[in-house]
């Protein structure tokens, strides 16, 4: 019997597997491709209660995926036990239980970017901003805008986990193929895409800015950032009553990290429309 694994990056490669103790291990290798069939199709549901903005059901979804993967890695714990010759079942896990991570971090970033999202829409139908709502509607546009950046990264991530699975060989054949993951997490670019267009829309005609206090506001990707990292983000300009439009900026900034002694100077160039 031959089966193939993909390695830790999902590149597929061929393990030769000795005859013998086939038998042994032929039905519990069953059973946990069935429970990771079965996580396949909570993960699509999830996806697509993601893209309908229905975050109870995504949990619910997800927390079945979650309960599927622990008794298949304990049935690959036991299948080497009684047969070490396939110790390297347990490569059959690494993408599920990415992919099964990477949809929990994205359902709770979209949690936190519906409510700055709803955040943004209350500032717009307010008369006029305080000082303390022009504060809080700025911190919200920027938590928004970092959420879409960091979101898009994670949907970089479920692809490759979602090809990492398809690519699964099991005894010369790919039983994961079938399956709606890509197009569904594909379908979120999509979600996001539509939310950023509302809210970029909203904040630079519905929130009721005050003429006389121009402000440039800068997000990233993330929080931290590392010698040799690459700076990804975006910003607002507002002067003199308006957004500066299809423009570049360049902002040399100096980051320290603490404890590190890393201290080192960027130069970010942003495309982004509206900077």
Not at 228 to 247: E, I, K
Request: net charge negative; hydrophobic share 40%; aromatic share 8%.
């Amino acid at each position: 019997m031959l089966l193939l694994f993909p390695t830790m990056s999902f590149n597929s490669r061929a393990e030769d597997i000795p005859h013998e103790n086939y038998d042994l291990v032929k039905s519990n290798l069953d059973v946990v491709i069935a429970l990771l069939k079965t996580s396949i199709a909570h993960s699509e549901n999830a996806l697509v209660r993601m893209y309908n903005e229905s975050m109870v059901q995504v949990e619910e979804n997800l927390t079945i995926v979650r309960g599927l993967l622990t008794p298949a890695e304990l049935i690959l714990d036991r299948i080497r036990n009684i047969a070490g010759s396939y110790e390297n079942l347990s490569r059959l896990l690494p993408p599920f239980s990415s992919l099964s991570a990477q949809m929990d971090s994205f359902s709770s970033m979209e949690v936190s970017l519906l409510g700055a999202r709803d955040d943004v829409v209350s500032a717009s139908h307010l008369a006029s901003l305080t000082g303390e709502e022009r504060l809080r509607a700025l911190d919200s546009i920027r938590t928004f805008n970092s959420l879409i950046l960091q979101m898009n990264k994670t949907i970089d991530g479920m692809l490759v986990s979602a090809n990492g699975i398809i690519d699964l060989v099991v005894d010369g054949d790919q039983p994961f193929t079938d399956n709606r993951l890509i197009p569904l997490i594909e379908q979120l670019r999509d979600l996001l895409n539509a939310i950023q267009a509302e809210i970029d829309l909203i904040t630079q005609e519905g929130v009721p800015w005050d003429k006389n206090q121009p402000f440039c506001l800068l997000w990233l990707s993330a929080e931290d950032y590392y010698l040799g990292d690459q700076l990804s983000g975006g910003g607002y300009l507002y002067f003199d009553g308006a957004f500066a439009g299809d423009s570049h900026s360049h902002i040399r900034s100096l980051w320290t990290r603490a404890g590190s002694g890393a201290t080192f100077s960027k130069l970010w160039q942003s495309h982004r429309p509206g900077l």
